[in-house]
């Protein structure tokens, strides 16, 4: 199991210590980058829609042929979750018309933020099928670019999602592209973008910032059962609140997949927050939901450049040890969606962010 401590704690005072503390950590959290030309790859940019902050893309299936003297199924689509805070690849809700066509695969208990789920892991459809995945509508791409779709994968997971019918584009997906952004630039429509080699600079706007990315590969609990919340990108953010008294830095997952930020108890009680005398409301994430202590808290997503600005929400999620296994804390919609467009560079191990539209 993982847990990701504090990288640092500033309490504000006019000390020369405090300010020297402030200019070591923020150096220790930056890294130079080097951008070396890579060959070109193919580029696919796929529609999104938006619900609650949350981005969602639409794919096809067209179901095998049936027995003879049967009418064959019509194809159909089904609504996915991007949401690369989540290990799986793609995930689909038991009660979906894909979760129909899955065979075999094998029963876990999925494990996470917000409880567990019993589910299945590396089922297969038929090849037909497999052969017919698509998104919808097609993505578009670059002029003389001969691939019109990515891969898709081959093996999927299942499990009971509370999006009824739906289902969720995970980490075990968009972590096999050189990179893959969410495009929110005002004037143009919410997209995915991926790429199958790095390409430098492309697409990103100006004033995009970046910072290292770590990486925590797809794992088990000591039980055997996969962890939901691995094979994901974290990376370091200052965090302060008005109900505490510190600013600390500390790794995030990058989970545009939950509504709200989430923070462990022991960050909250590092930033000075009592949690047992804030408000309580319910949290939810694919596995299920919990009462938490919501709190405000500012969000500084590139310590070491003071141009880049900071962003707040009113209502972040703490959890405890028992609804958050892992002790990991989520960069949800509530912040990525304020960006005009962010991106995972899994090749060179980075995050990049714009904050102008």
């Known amino acids: 199991m993982k847990t990701l401590d504090p990288i640092c704690t ?4 006019k ?3 405090s300010v020297l503390a402030l200019f070591a950590c923020f150096a220790f959290v930056l890294a130079p980058i080097s951008m070396a030309a890579q060959a070109a790859g193919d580029t696919f940019t796929i529609m999104l829609t938006t619900t609650d902050n949350r981005p969602f893309a639409m794919i096809t299936a067209q179901p095998p042929a049936p027995a003879a003297g049967k009418e064959r199924p019509a194809p159909f689509t089904t609504t996915m979750l991007v949401d690369p805070g989540a290990t799986v690849g793609f995930g689909f809700d038991i009660t979906s ?9 094998k029963d876990v208990k999925f494990k996470g933020v917000g409880g567990e789920k019993d589910g299945k892991e590396d089922a297969t459809i038929a090849a037909a099928m497999q052969a017919s995945l698509g998104f919808t509508p097609a993505p578009t791409v670059p002029p003389r670019q001969a691939a019109k779709q ?5 093996m999927f997971d299942s499990l009971p999602l509370p999006r009824k019918g739906q289902g969720t584009i995970g980490s075990g997906y968009t972590s096999t592209f050189a990179s893959y ?3 929110n630039r005002a004037g143009k429509p919410v997209s995915l973008v991926l ?3 790095a390409q430098i600079g492309f697409g990103r706007p100006n004033g995009t910032d970046s910072e290292v990315a770590m990486y925590i590969p797809p794992s088990n609990f000591p039980d055997g059962n996969p962890d939901y919340n691995s094979g994901v990108f974290t990376v370091p953010v200052a965090v302060a609140s008005g109900e505490g008294c510190c600013t600390v830095i500390a790794n995030f997952v990058i989970d545009p ?3 709200t930020s989430l923070i462990t108890h022991s960050l909250a009680v590092d930033l000075g927050i009592d949690p047992d005398l804030l408000p309580m409301s319910l949290y939810s994430t694919d596995l299920g939901s919990f009462i938490a202590p919501y709190a405000s808290v500012s969000f500084s997503l590139f310590p070491g450049d003071p141009d880049f600005p900071g962003f707040s929400s009113a209502n972040v999620a703490i959890a405890d040890e028992t609804n958050d296994p892992d002790g990991i804390n989520l960069l949800g919609s509530d912040i990525l969606s304020q960006l005009s467009y962010w991106e995972v560079d899994p090749g060179s191990y980075r995050f990049y962010a ?3 539209n």
């Open 354 to 356: 714009a904050a102008a």
């Open 15 to 17: 000390s020369m210590a």
């Open 97 to 105: 018309e894909f979760a129909k066509y899955l065979m075999g695969g």
């Open 257 to 259: 997949g939950v509504t």
């Open 195 to 197: 790429n199958t080699a």
């Open 10 to 13: 500033i309490k504000p005072d």
């Open 150 to 154: 990515p891969n898709f994968p081959t």
């Open 181 to 183: 952004a969410v495009n």
